[in-house]
């Protein structure tokens, strides 16, 4: 296990050296997982570290989502889905017994790729998750509300038409909506799987702007496909391949100096 | 444009021939029921709808025992059907694994096949002798309530509801479960990333999402329910009368029919059964237009404020 | 390891209720299917006799009666429904599928919807109107116009949407080969789509085959063999319903073997109709 320092180091984090000094969030174990006879992912190991970005990256295929499932026991509700290996959040295990997972989705939020905002007005999408955790009072709402949208840049936009119905916005604001939305449980992580790929480029720049202002109150894990997006956004990275982690390290210098042949190979575009 | 082939232009003549019959054919069916009931229309005019006195002697007649008859096993038995349908619709959706949930609505949609006649054959040799005990039990204990007062013989208006909702349940299960199925597996994702349980995932979210779907469900299964002739006939108790108590026996437009329409001698009296012949039809045609418009939203997309 | 906090646990028993009350919900849904079905088998089974199947009515009380005249008066009865709604229904279907686009094919999809929400009793006083009143009798005939028309709607809609799926490039394949458009449909497009179209035949006849209610006043009945067909007949549903409403024993037991009788049938079709459909369907897929 990687020595961690407890101190969480200020921004910016291309430094090499420093990634490891910020004290560990996740905790990954020879993790596991099979739908059926497919292995989707192999025995994979990784210390997450907190209030940075991780990007995971690899061909379609490669079990990058997979892994982002397991964060918040999603693959539970696939019903071929076995999982070994363990997660461990703070030290808390994730796959035990006593675990309930409608707990632990409060500490890990989701966005997924393509944004699904309820057909319910913009209020009621992002009011949803507290209301459903047992936030009843008005005011309270109102304001936990306000503070996520403005913490998703999308505040601006439609403070004043709340009441509206979330279908109404367009795709980026739709996004950032369920960026806001997922903020407001008040997760300590939040995972992303692609959030990105299906916006035009001024909204996906957005998107990446508020990556970087949310990791200083967030651990953030995210799946790109998008190898630019993957250097421009985070601060490590992680290459995954036909199920098995093969690299992971700070973005810089697996972009620039990859330690392993196949991460260099798929970072060069000779495949995938 | 190719040119016009004898062969093309005789068949394509042909079938708009036959389609364009539907259009007579609803239209003549439209028509009798106008044109037959004209006698009793200009007889009683409005008030037929309202009048309560079925005097096949006198020859004076009012539909209101009927329609209220209609309308109350109507009624009665969708609100036992919706919640046990929807209930199934949600566990067979939801809940259970989905090669076991297909073949239970198999078994599910052939009840929807059964005839009228033999649910009607059911109920008067099974329910209606069950009613009757409890029925009977429940007199002795709340008997100076109206609705569970006077005579009781099995038959009555309670029975029709019951074997009615028996009827409709199956229908309201087949289709509320594959308004279900449609709601897009990326909403049920997203209230579970949100920490809700499953029950709220089906609440807040699935079931708001398929509300129109379901709602149009359920005003189908009152069509189908508002037509139901024999099943309803042969357990009711056909009594052209108006009670207070659910144990008493009451009558329904679709059962008048089938009962007196041979005895009808007098052509007023036959105008008068054609006449209510003719408000079921206009019930119906409401009906179904509402529940195609409720559904056909659901086709577009989802309703926006929900 | 943080315990689950209280308002967890509530929530989690609330869910455990709801689901556990759709659960019975189920099991009363099918339930009751199981016991319809082995109830009337039951009793079924118990009335059934060779004599159920040869025998005419008998006068009351005297035993040995059966429903020979029911039974074929059903087969000719439905023998005339299907001769009315699958040429309406299938080749409108077919027009709709191929030609219709404008607002002709919209009225008349509009009006199969209506065709078919009307109740089947009113439907009964339409031929009656028709086709008994103005001829002065009951007639085999009528009743099994009744019986078409619904047929109608079912028909109409399964073929137009079974055709719909048929792939245009097997339309423009055989028109690309010099097929006029007639020679196409008939030889290219609906034995593509004939399986889905069968079936939905199949269903509209399995649904009217056990209706009641129109024949009551067009087929009437009739406790002997009905000659031909302009005079009026006995049928498995309205024999079922004139014994069961009967004060007579022996009468109920026939009409428990009519019922199971009727119930095969229709259960039958209904099986046979899936069965087709879900062969095509996993070929297809293939």
């Known amino acids: ?272 | 444009m190719r040119p016009r082939r004898l062969g093309d232009i005789i068949f394509r003549a042909g079938t708009l021939g036959l389609a364009l019959s539907v259009l007579a054919i609803t239209g003549t069916v439209a028509a009798v029921l106008l044109l037959q009931s004209r006698l009793a229309r200009e007889a009683f005019g409005w008030s037929f709808l309202w009048t309560s006195t079925w005097d096949p002697v006198a020859l004076r007649f009012g539909a209101l025992p009927f329609i209220d008859g209609t309308l109350m096993t109507t009624f009665l038995a969708l609100a036992l059907a919706v919640p046990v349908g929807l209930g199934a619709a949600v566990c067979l959706a939801e809940l259970l694994p989905l090669r076991v949930a297909d073949g239970l609505t198999f078994l599910i949609e052939l009840l929807v096949a059964v005839p009228s006649v033999v649910y009607g054959l059911v109920g008067v040799f099974v329910l209606v002798p069950a009613m009757r005990s409890v029925e009977t039990a429940v007199q002795n204990a709340l008997g100076f309530i109206p609705l569970f007062s006077g005579p009781i013989y099995g038959v009555g208006l309670l029975t029709a509801s019951v074997l009615l909702a028996v009827m409709v349940v199956p229908f309201i299960i087949a289709v509320s479960r594959e308004v279900l199925l449609a709601v897009p597996q990326t909403q049920r994702e997203a209230a579970l990333a949100l920490g809700a349980t499953r029950w709220e995932m089906v609440r807040h979210v699935v079931l708001p999402y398929a509300r129109s779907g379901i709602l149009g469900s359920i005003f189908l299964a009152l069509a189908r329910a508002l037509g139901e002739t024999m099943a309803v006939t042969m357990v009711i108790g056909n009594r052209p009368e108006i009670s207070a108590s659910l144990f008493a026996p009451a009558y329904t437009m679709a059962a008048v029919l089938a009962n007196e329409f041979t005895e009808a001698t007098d052509d007023v009296y036959l105008a008068a059964l054609v006449e209510i012949g003719l408000v079921l039809f206009a019930i119906t045609l409401v009906v179904n237009a509402i529940a195609r418009l409720l559904i056909g939203r659901v086709q577009r997309s989802p309703s926006a404020a929900a | 390891m943080t315990p689950i906090p209280g308002s967890y646990r509530r929530r989690r028993i609330v869910e455990g209720v709801m689901f556990t009350a759709a659960g019975l919900a189920t099991a009363t849904s099918v339930g009751v299917l199981l016991f319809l079905l082995g109830y009337i088998a039951v009793h079924g089974v118990a009335a059934l006799s060779l004599s159920f199947f040869t025998n005419l009515p008998a006068p009351v009380g005297e035993p040995g009666g059966g429903m020979a005249n029911a039974i074929v008066g059903s087969a000719k009865i439905l023998l005339v429904a299907a001769l009315v709604g699958v040429p309406i229904g299938f080749l409108g279907g077919v027009y709709l599928a191929e030609y219709g686009r404008g607002s002709v094919a919209f009225w008349v999809r509009y009006a199969a919807d209506v065709l078919n929400g009307v109740p089947s009793i009113v439907i009964g006083i339409t031929v009656y109107a028709l086709l008994v009143r103005p001829l002065g009798h009951f007639s085999t005939f009528a009743g099994g116009v009744a019986l078409g028309l619904m047929m109608i709607p079912v028909a109409l809609r399964a073929t137009e949407e079974f055709l719909r799926l048929v792939p245009d490039s097997l339309r423009e394949a055989a028109l690309a080969l010099g097929a006029p458009t007639w020679v196409t449909i008939m030889r290219v497009v609906i034995p593509a789509g004939i399986r889905g179209i069968v079936t939905g035949l199949l269903l509209a006849l399995a649904r009217v085959a056990g209706e009641t209610a129109p024949l009551l006043f067009t087929a009437l009945n009739n406790r002997f063999w009905s000659p031909g067909w302009r005079a009026p007949t006995a049928s498995l549903p309205v024999m079922i319903f004139t014994y069961a409403i009967a004060p007579y024993d022996d009468w109920h037991r026939q009409a428990w073997a009519g019922g199971l009788v009727l119930l095969m049938l229709v259960l039958g079709l209904n099986v046979l109709a899936r069965v087709l459909m879900r062969g095509g369907a996993v070929r297809s897929a293939g």
């Not at chain 1, 192999?42 to 295929?61: E, K, N």
């Not at chain 1, 209301?131 to 009843?136: L, T």
């Not at chain 1, 990791?215 to 997006?229: C, D, E, F, G, L």
């Open chain 1, 1 to 272: 296990m990687a020595a961690a320092i407890d101190i969480a180091l200020p921004r910016p984090s291309s430094t090499p050296g420093t990634e490891a000094a910020a004290p560990v969030k996740i905790v990954v174990r020879d993790l596991t997982v099979r739908y059926g006879d497919t292995v989707a992912l192999d025995a994979v190991s990784m210390d997450i570290p907190s209030h940075r970005v991780t990007a995971l990256i690899g061909p379609s295929g490669c079990g990058k989502s997979s892994f982002l499932r397991c964060l918040n026991r999603m693959n539970d509700h696939i019903p071929a889905a076995r999982i070994e290996g363990q997660v461990m959040i703070d030290d808390d295990p994730l796959y035990h017994p006593a675990v309930d997972p409608v707990a632990l989705r409060r500490r890990v939020g989701m966005v997924f790729q393509k944004s699904n905002p309820f057909p319910k007005s913009i209020f009621d999408n992002v009011a949803f998750g507290p209301r459903v955790h047992g936030v009843r009072d008005a005011v309270q709402l109102r304001g936990i509300v306000e503070r996520t949208l403005r913490q998703a840049a999308l505040w601006d936009e439609v403070a004043d038409r709340l009441e509206r119905s979330a279908l109404e916005l367009s795709g980026g604001q739709q996004q950032r909506l369920c960026i806001a939305r997922a903020l407001a449980v008040d997760p300590e992580i939040l995972l992303m799987d692609e959030p990105a790929s299906a916006l035009d480029p001024i909204a996906t720049a957005k998107i990446e702007e508020l990556i970087h202002e949310l990791k200083s109150a967030y651990t953030i894990v995210i799946v790109t496909h998008n190898m630019q997006q993957a250097a421009r956004v985070s601060d490590l990275t992680a290459y995954f391949y036909l199920g098995r982690l093969i690299e992971f390290g700070p973005t810089e210098r697996l972009f620039t100096n990859p330690t392993r042949q196949e991460t260099e190979d798929y970072i060069t575009g000779r495949f995938g």
